[in-house]
């Protein structure tokens, strides 16, 4: 998976091997939602390539992205507020099960898909909550929700932008144990500021700064390279 | 907004109380044209199927459509002409000004989809007064005369609708199917993705939803419903004018389902009973019924943006929740 050029990122060569955990991670305002936001289709690149599982992506449009089996998270928790948690999931499972157009039936029909929504409402510890709305839970709950969501699509590969914001430590702990699991068959590409987490996830760091790769590598390369801590910390203080 | 309803369907106490309410209700609206003038219950009937059609677009996809008159309209010169100049049986004739709303619908709002808020009303209100201008000029439309003297003609080559009460009844049998199917729809695998796009649209692209194609097919269902709403005016008042094609009767669907409450089920109807009741016994007075419809929209506005039912449903809700 590879792109080039950008305009608030320019000159981003990455590429994410499949089956790895890769961690985009740089200051703010460094371009890391801009690329996600690239990658799936929600801002077109001026210029640059897209390549997703051999075949280009570049000009296509967000909701086929996802239909490739590319699907994101976002920053700002992005749930369905007021339908339940179970709702909240079974939305993602209704297009692959083919249940999204039908509007000559009665919505009981989805109780079919009750019983996979509440296997992944309880992968992420939730399943005491399933029947209140999504709007209730606390943030990093609603986090949790989103996985779940997004894992409902059985994507092969996920952008989980920022997953642990705002997740208290045990959170933290749980969800890292989730992406750790769902990545054995499966590529994710993450955003995130907690570099424990990154250090003990990711088989492969890329640093954003500026809108341009400063460093690409494994975490212990990574985090020795100068130019890394000086963009996190201002000036070198060693 | 449609919160309320969504729980109505999901509790199932609620629900076998709420279908009580229903077989009550609809015993009442067989009774009513014993008690009441049928003219003027099949009017509420027409307008109150016109708002529920426009309340499936604004209550549950988020759409505000200010030209769904060119739907309404649209069907009735359709229906119209299909019974007087081709001499259709009245049921065909509907069903074929439904199927032309449904067409313009595709058009419509294959055009104005892709903009959201004021520029979508916008849009629709543009194309809607492009059709109203067309009706205008057309020939077969008869400018402003209208089709005049449409004739009722026998339901299904059988039962003769000139009978009030045989007319009557056909209306309120057309009303409950396209409320029963606005219910299904709401309440359907469908329904359920256009409310998770109100809900959250970004979200919903993002699990791979096309929502434009989902909100078109929300659009093109609203504006069939609307013009079967039209179309059975047409045959239950002989005519189809100017009137119901002009960008007025776009606002007066909005204040009737405003009024009565967005985004609930049965609010459009109580909305458009209450501003036809009004109308049609404010007609003999000297009192101007636009003012008295305009105060009570500014009070709606201010006071009870819920609407009428939306307010009582809210008040239930806490009361529930108090004694809860």
């Known amino acids: 998976m590879e792109f080039r050029g950008f305009v608030a990122v320019k000159d981003v060569t990455l ?45 296509m449009k967000p909701a086929e992205v996802a239909r490739l089996g590319l699907v994101r998270s976002f920053q700002i928790s992005a749930v369905f507020p007021h339908l339940t948690l179970l709702d909240n999931v079974r939305v993602a499972l209704q297009r692959p099960s083919g249940l999204a157009t039908q509007f000559w039936r009665s919505s009981n029909t ?81 955003v995130e500021h907690n570099l424990n987490v990154v250090a003990d996830l990711c088989d492969r760091v890329t640093v954003l700064a500026r809108g341009e790769i400063l460093s690409d590598g494994s975490y212990d390369t990574v985090s020795r390279d100068p130019r890394v801590r000086e963009a996190y910390m201002g000036t070198e203080h060693e | 907004m449609a919160v309320g309803t969504q729980y109505l369907a999901e509790q199932p106490k609620l629900r076998t109380s709420s279908m009580v309410i229903g077989a009550v209700v609809v015993a009442a609206l067989m009774a009513a044209p014993f008690f009441f003038y049928p003219v003027l219950l099949m009017s509420i009937l027409c307008f109150a199927l016109f708002a529920c059609a426009f309340n499936l677009l604004i209550g549950y996809v988020g759409l505000l459509s200010f030209g769904h008159a060119a739907f309404f309209g649209g069907a009735a010169y359709f229906t119209a002409h299909a019974a007087k100049v081709w001499g259709w049986e009245p049921l065909t004739s509907i069903l074929l000004g439904m199927a032309g709303a449904a067409a313009m619908g595709f058009v419509i709002g294959f055009l104005a989809i892709r903009r959201q808020g004021i520029y979508f009303a916008m849009i629709t209100l543009a194309l809607s007064q492009m059709f109203a201008f067309i009706c205008l000029q057309v020939p077969f439309t008869h400018g402003e005369d209208g089709i005049q003297g449409v004739p ?24 409950l199917f396209g409320f029963f199917a606005i219910w299904r729809i709401v309440h359907s695998p469908f329904g359920n993705i256009l ?21 078109l097919g929300a659009f093109v269902m609203s504006a069939a419903l609307a013009g079967l709403a039209g179309g059975t005016k047409a045959i239950v008042f002989q005519f189809a004018t100017l009137t119901d094609v002009q960008w007025q009767m776009s606002g007066e669907v909005i204040l009737m389902t405003l009024l009565g409450g967005i985004g609930t089920l049965i609010g459009p109807i109580v909305g458009a009973g209450f501003v036809i009741a009004l109308q049609n016994y404010l007609a003999a007075s000297d009192f101007p019924v636009t003012v008295l419809i305009g105060i009570i929209f500014v009070v709606c506005v201010l006071l009870f943006r819920r609407g009428i039912v939306g307010e009582i449903m809210e008040l239930t809700k806490r009361k529930s929740k108090q004694s809860a």
């Open chain 1, 15 to 59: 590429s994410v091997n499949e089956g790895s955990i890769h961690a985009l991670i740089g200051p703010n305002g460094a371009g890391k939602t801009t690329v996600f936001n690239l990658l799936t289709k929600f801002l077109t690149p001026t210029r640059g390539q897209i390549v997703f599982k051999g075949a280009d992506i570049t000009r």
């Open chain 1, 110 to 190: 989805l109780a079919a898909l009750d019983e996979r929504a509440m296997e992944l409402i309880d992968a992420v510890n939730l399943s005491s909550y399933a029947d209140l709305p999504a709007t209730e839970l606390s943030y990093g709950r609603k986090r949790a929700l989103e996985i779940a969501t997004t894992l409902a699509l059985d994507p092969a590969m996920l952008l989980l932008d920022e997953p642990m914001a705002g997740m208290g430590h045990e959170d933290i702990g749980r969800i890292s144990d989730l992406i750790r699991r769902i990545a054995r068959n499966r590529t994710v590409l993450m």
């Open chain 2, 152 to 175: 009722r003609g026998h339901l299904l080559g059988i039962i003769d609708l000139n009978q009030p009460l045989a007319m009557y009844y056909v209306t309120l049998a057309i009303f």
């Open chain 2, 195 to 215: 409310k998770a796009i109100r809900e959250n649209e970004r979200r919903a692209i993002s699990l791979g939803y096309r929502v434009d194609r989902y909100k």
